[in-house]
């Protein structure tokens, strides 16, 4: 009987322990970030991070977007060039995020996070 006791009590523990481990989609995973125009003009962006390293992408046409790329947790800054013209902003990125970069007809910056886990 207490064998019996004691084998569903750890089966019940690992059914609880999986449910629980498994709603997370995203394990500490890095950021990542892409750049969505919706200007009128060829963007080009430069991205630092909090780390030192630069990437570069450039000439995003207008009314579409870059691929994701990652990068590592912390501050990065985002300078958006539109006809020799530089945007800047920055941005608190976090682990199991993904966010999108737009910038609009008007070279407004704007940010939306997107938690990967939801």
Same mark, same amino acid.
């Given at each position: 009987? &207490?064998?019996? &006791?004691?084998? #569903?009590?750890? *089966?019940?523990? $690992?059914? *609880?322990?999986?449910?629980?481990? #498994? %709603? &997370? &989609? %995203?394990?500490?995973?890095?950021?990542?970030?892409?750049?969505?125009? @919706?200007? =009128?003009?060829?963007?080009? *962006?430069?991205?630092? !991070?909090?780390?030192?390293? =630069?990437?570069?992408?450039?000439? +995003?046409?207008?009314? !579409?977007?870059?691929?994701? *790329?990652?990068?590592?947790?912390g !501050? !990065?800054?985002?300078?958006?060039?539109?006809? @020799? /013209? @530089?945007?800047?902003?920055? +941005?608190?990125?976090?682990? %199991?995020?993904?966010?999108?970069i #737009?910038?609009?007809? $008007?070279?407004?910056?704007? /940010? @939306?996070?997107?938690?990967?886990?939801?």
């Open positions: 009987m &207490k064998t019996l &006791k004691f084998i #569903s009590l750890i *089966v019940l523990i $690992s059914i *609880v322990t999986l449910s629980i481990s #498994s %709603c &997370k &989609k %995203c394990n500490g995973e890095d950021p990542s970030a892409r750049i969505i125009n @919706n200007g =009128t003009k060829k963007a080009s *962006v430069q991205i630092k !991070t909090s780390g030192g390293n =630069t990437i570069n992408i450039n000439n +995003v046409d207008p009314s !579409t977007s870059s691929p994701y *790329v990652r990068y590592a947790v !501050t !990065t800054t985002f300078t958006i060039t539109v006809s @020799n /013209v @530089n945007y800047s902003r920055i +941005v608190e990125m976090s682990q %199991c995020y993904d966010y999108d #737009s910038i609009d007809a $008007s070279n407004y910056i704007f /940010v @939306n996070p997107i938690d990967r886990n939801n």
